[in-house]
């Protein structure tokens, strides 16, 4: 069974801590993704990685940085962390697929759910 | 950049009743097309994608989907709702390098 894992269900930070978020997938993807899941605004994506050491910034990257060593590991960093990052954190991959064989899904972790105080 | 507008924050459908979930899409190349549920305390699960060929797709739980490059939507559709339908769902594009994009999702809301 295919499966991406993130280190912790919930966190809870103070203000001004360096926060780090986990995720290991086991599918051998290419892609890894981090989103930020808030009611009434969807998933908004914070960072993509489509290699190791690859990274691309998403549409909300301020406040965060990535790092992608190894193929299944993708950490999302709050540098120094605020109370409006107070939210649930969504890791997935997806594989990389061009041309007329395309198919690929993303696939999810559970989320981790970070409230900073 | 692809982007996914979903333009119902909330529904609400009588158990029985059809449902229909609104999604509009913008990208220049042939869009792959998603539809994400989350039921309460859950993670996301894939219902159906559509990639080429056939315009209606179908997926797990009932749900079908249409695609309509004129109209630059992938609606999703079930004929008539369980209670265990009620949960938030998520339409999703992508490019063909997989940096998929979501939409802002559907609550929906079964009632007896």
């Known amino acids: 069974d295919v499966k991406v894992t993130q280190s912790s269900r919930y966190l809870v930070k103070r203000t001004g801590e360096k926060v780090f978020l986990e995720c290991v997938q086991d599918?051998?993807?290419?892609?890894m993704f981090w989103y930020r899941q808030d009611p009434g605004l969807g998933l908004r994506l914070i960072y993509f990685?489509?290699?190791?050491?690859?990274?691309e910034k998403g549409d909300i990257p301020e406040g965060y940085s990535v790092s992608r060593e190894k193929k299944e590991r993708f950490s999302l960093i709050l540098e120094s962390a605020s109370t409006n990052q107070t939210s649930m954190y969504l890791c997935?991959?997806?594989?990389?697929?061009?041309?007329?064989?395309?198919?690929?899904?993303?696939?999810f972790g559970q989320g981790t759910r970070l409230t900073v105080v | 950049a692809q982007s996914v507008t979903q333009p119902d924050i909330h529904i609400t459908v009588s158990e029985g009743a059809s449902l229909e979930l609104r999604c509009n899409y913008s990208?220049?190349?042939?869009?792959?097309l998603f539809w994400y549920v989350q039921s309460p305390g859950q993670g996301l699960q894939l219902l159906l994608k559509y990639f080429s060929g056939d315009t209606l797709v179908q997926g797990i739980k009932g749900f079908e989907a249409e695609f309509k490059r004129s109209q630059s939507s992938f609606n999703l559709r079930k004929p008539s709702v369980h209670w265990s339908d009620a949960a938030e769902y998520f339409c999703?594009?992508?490019?063909?390098?997989?940096?998929?994009?979501f939409g802002a999702g559907t609550q929906v809301v079964v009632t007896p």
């Open positions: 999703a594009v992508t490019d063909s390098w997989g940096k998929f994009q």
């Open positions: 997935a991959s997806s594989t990389q697929q061009g041309g007329l064989r395309f198919d690929t899904e993303a696939f």
């Open positions: 599918m051998d993807h290419e892609n």
């Open positions: 990685s489509y290699d190791v050491k690859m990274k």
């Open positions: 990208y220049g190349a042939t869009p792959y």
